[in-house]
């Protein structure tokens, strides 16, 4: 009986072992990410760090945005600034906050990256909705949702995109030699027709040899007549009466 239990025991462990040494298995086990839980999400996820900083960082920012807005409608109108300059900073403030706020909510029901632009969509439908519902009534949620979905994944689109520029400028500046060599291009050179007028035209456009030929028969033919004018003028000369 000990013989068959340990056959029976080898056989049926035979589908559970797994090659190691495989190349692609070490890559998988690499590069793959534990996640944990209904969601899936990742077992050590950091995305969340920093999240207080960040919507308080970009409020003081609109902050003084909506400030110096502020001001300026006031002097251009020539009234209280100082009441422009609160009310304007104010909701700028209030925009802000609001959709930071339902950003990092859907970054972390996402478990996604914070530069990531598809976190706008849905914290600027949110956000949008509920000030427009607040401050314009039912009306109101539906276009402020979509503007604020709108332009905010544009402003996130657009910062990730300059971060990304700024920080390939600073790879170069720092490392040159690392910055491929741009090929230019050498384009034969292609022999264009010019347009000509008909024999015919009475005015001719002549290149710097047909130029130069013309002038030369021109002074041949300036010397011949003072020759041929020399000639009749010592003719007539000695024909006249003495």
């Known amino acids: 009986m000990e013989p068959s239990t340990s056959q029976s025991h080898s056989s049926s462990s035979v589908g559970l072992t797994v090659n190691r040494t495989d190349p692609s298995f070490a890559e998988k086990q690499q590069y793959s990410v ?27 920012y609109a902050t003084a945005i909506g400030a110096g ?12 600034y100082l009441r422009w300059m609160g009310s304007a900073s104010a909701n700028f403030a209030l925009i802000t906050a609001g959709f930071c706020g339902a950003q ?9 990256d914070p530069d990531d632009p598809l976190n706008c969509i849905p914290g600027g439908l949110i956000s949008g909705a509920a000030l427009g519902r607040l401050h314009g009534g039912p009306a109101r949620a539906l276009p402020c ?3 604020f979905a709108v332009v905010g994944t544009g402003l996130q689109y657009g ?10 400028r600073f790879i170069e500046i720092q490392n040159p030699e690392l910055v491929p060599m741009k090929e230019t291009a050498i384009e034969p050179e292609v022999d264009v027709e010019k347009w000509k007028f008909p024999e015919w035209f009475p005015i ?15 002074e041949l ?22």
């Open 34 to 60: 534990p996640r944990v839980g209904i969601g899936r999400r990742p077992l050590h996820y950091t995305g969340n760090d920093g999240w207080a900083s960040r919507i308080g960082y970009r409020t003081l």
């Open 69 to 80: 807005a502020g001001l300026s409608v006031g002097i251009f109108k020539g009234t209280s």
């Open 104 to 112: 990092e909510l859907v970054r972390e029901i996402r478990a996604a």
């Open 145 to 147: 949702a979509l503007l």
């Open 159 to 168: 910062n990730s995109q300059l971060q990304e520029y700024r920080l390939r």
């Open 204 to 218: 001719q456009v002549l290149d710097e040899e047909a130029a130069t030929k013309r002038k030369v028969e021109k």
């Open 221 to 242: 033919e300036f010397k011949m007549r003072r020759q041929s004018a020399n000639i009749n003028f010592r003719r007539s000369c000695c024909t006249l009466p003495v």
